[in-house]
């Protein structure tokens, strides 16, 4: 079985903008975290993730107002309590790809100790495992 993706949409709205009129970094990478929050919520207790850093927000081109962003974000690397999540930010087109990154996320208990999560991510396709590679340099 392939690694689940999991989709959110936002519009990108005059509130969402910086001084320039496109989409503000600091919203995108909002919605950067959530997205990978929710592929790694699926996998594990959602009250015990934290997100420990953003690897990277590169963006191949202005946003707009008015236009739909779609965040597909899945887990592609895990260890005892590490959780790393792929987030793609696309447009309207499936192949436009807006920005690619990398964020991880630790599994804590109650006093914010890492906790292990018991979750094993298996790549299985080529894209997969060559994702999973990148995502092994960042940590």
Same mark, same amino acid.
């Given at each position: 079985?392939?690694?689940?993706?999991?989709? @959110? !949409? !936002?519009? *990108?709205?005059?509130?969402?903008?910086? !001084?320039?009129?496109?989409?503000?970094?600091?919203? @995108?990478?909002?919605?950067?975290?959530?997205?990978?929050?929710?592929?790694?919520?699926?996998? @594990?207790?959602?009250?015990?993730?934290?997100?420990?850093? $953003?690897?990277?927000? &590169?963006?191949?081109?202005?946003?707009?107002?008015? %236009? #739909? #962003? /779609?965040?597909? &974000? /899945?887990?592609?690397?895990?260890?005892? &309590?590490?959780? #790393?999540?792929? $987030?793609?930010?696309?447009? /309207?087109?499936?192949?436009?790809?807006?920005? +690619?990154?990398?964020?991880?996320?630790?599994?804590?208990?109650?006093?914010?100790?890492?906790?292990?999560?018991?979750?094993? *991510?298996?790549?299985?396709?080529? %894209?997969?495992? +060559? $994702?999973?590679?990148?995502?092994?340099?960042?940590?």
């Amino acid at each position: 079985m392939a690694i689940p993706v999991y989709v @959110t !949409h !936002h519009l *990108v709205k005059s509130e969402d903008l910086n !001084h320039h009129g496109t989409l503000f970094a600091g919203r @995108t990478a909002e919605w950067f975290v959530e997205s990978g929050f929710i592929a790694a919520a699926a996998l @594990t207790r959602p009250e015990n993730i934290v997100c420990l850093k $953003i690897h990277g927000m &590169s963006f191949t081109r202005p946003v707009r107002r008015g %236009e #739909v #962003v /779609r965040f597909e &974000s /899945r887990i592609v690397l895990t260890g005892k &309590s590490r959780i #790393v999540a792929e $987030i793609c930010m696309k447009g /309207r087109e499936p192949s436009d790809l807006v920005l +690619e990154g990398f964020i991880t996320f630790v599994n804590v208990d109650q006093d914010g100790k890492p906790l292990p999560h018991g979750v094993t *991510v298996v790549a299985e396709t080529a %894209e997969e495992l +060559e $994702i999973q590679e990148r995502a092994r340099t960042l940590v």
